[in-house]
């Protein structure tokens, strides 16, 4: 699909309104918690709660690849003006739980079991909920809503494979779905874990479009790369090993999607291209916007955006 039928496919966010704007500017400090919830006897999530005075619901937001909850710090901060807001660590990521391989597959099928459990555990009301999953969250996801269609009011995804669609994706992605190149590949990304870590919110933006992380996000994502012989190249590459029958599973039973679903979509996302996520918005009959001048990350380059996103979904 060439970029003209992108841009007459897919409708363009509108700009955030000014609620969102009064509350970027000035903000009220909130209640925020870190800490561990217990999974099971394998897992251990560190999480994010922030909450508001007089929540009007609760929005959870889940992380990318190589991401960790401190992302979403900015996002949650702004929210709970209205929102309870909650952010856990993926295992494999951030500070949390990093089992074996014989203990845990890191499959997306595996992570929706998580969400799952964290949503129960943590004691959301999924009538209330909006989740806001990007990159590798996304999928686990959607496939939970398959199985559970009430988990959430709506779901929020982008930026993201929910198809086996090679074409639509970068290579060094496409080499991670299976041997001889999956392993070589996870080895390059361990060995260049810092270039990662510092360009790959870049990529794809022109120089006035790049945007530097916050220190504290570069910080605990450098310090979380590696905990208990397990690196987040690692999880990474686990779960690229299990993508293509979780990918599959999804496109054969869309017809069971019953969940809300709106798609967002950075315009310059190299990594997957926005035709994927129009091709998955039309298969499932939503709404897809396609941001301009946004890459791979559009919660880190258009904080504001994605807060819009949020309060467009409990309207």
């Known amino acids: 699909m060439s970029k003209d039928k992108t841009a007459n496919a897919a409708s363009v966010a509108a700009t955030p309104s000014s609620h969102t704007a009064e509350a970027f500017a000035s903000t009220q400090a909130a209640q925020d918690t870190v800490d561990f919830i217990e999974i099971d006897e394998v897992l251990t999530l560190r999480r994010m709660i922030v909450r508001a005075p007089a929540p009007k619901g609760p929005a959870l937001f889940l992380h990318g690849f190589p991401e960790t909850l401190t992302v979403w710090k900015e996002i949650a901060t702004t929210l709970a003006h209205d929102y309870d807001v909650h952010a856990f660590d993926w295992p494999g990521y951030g500070q949390s739980s990093r089992p074996d391989l014989d203990r845990f597959s890191y499959a997306p099928r595996a992570y929706a079991r998580v969400l799952k459990a964290y949503i129960e555990r943590a004691g959301i009301d999924g009538s209330k909920l909006v989740i806001y999953a990007t990159d590798i969250a996304a999928l686990p996801a959607l496939l939970l809503a398959l199985e559970e269609p009430k988990i959430a009011r709506q779901i929020i995804v982008g930026d993201f494979a929910p198809f086996d669609r090679p074409q639509y994706m970068w290579e060094n992605l496409q080499n991670l779905k299976a041997e001889p190149t999956a392993s070589p590949t996870r080895t390059y990304m361990n060995k260049t874990s810092d270039e990662i870590l510092q360009n790959v919110h870049r990529r794809g933006l022109s120089s006035a479009e790049q945007f530097d992380l916050p220190i504290e996000v570069q910080q605990d994502m450098s310090h979380s790369w ?82 819009e996103e949020i309060y467009a979904s409990f309207r």
């Open 226 to 307: 590696s905990l208990d012989g397990v690196t987040s190249a690692d999880a990474f590459a686990h779960y690229y090993a299990n993508f293509t029958r979780d990918q599959h599973h999804l496109e054969a039973n869309l017809d069971r999607l019953k969940t809300p679903v709106k798609v967002i979509w950075g315009e310059k996302d190299i990594y997957i291209s926005s035709e994927m996520g129009i091709e998955f918005a039309g298969k499932i009959g939503a709404k897809v916007d396609v941001l301009p001048g946004i890459g791979h990350f559009p919660h880190l380059q258009n904080p504001k955006q994605t807060v």
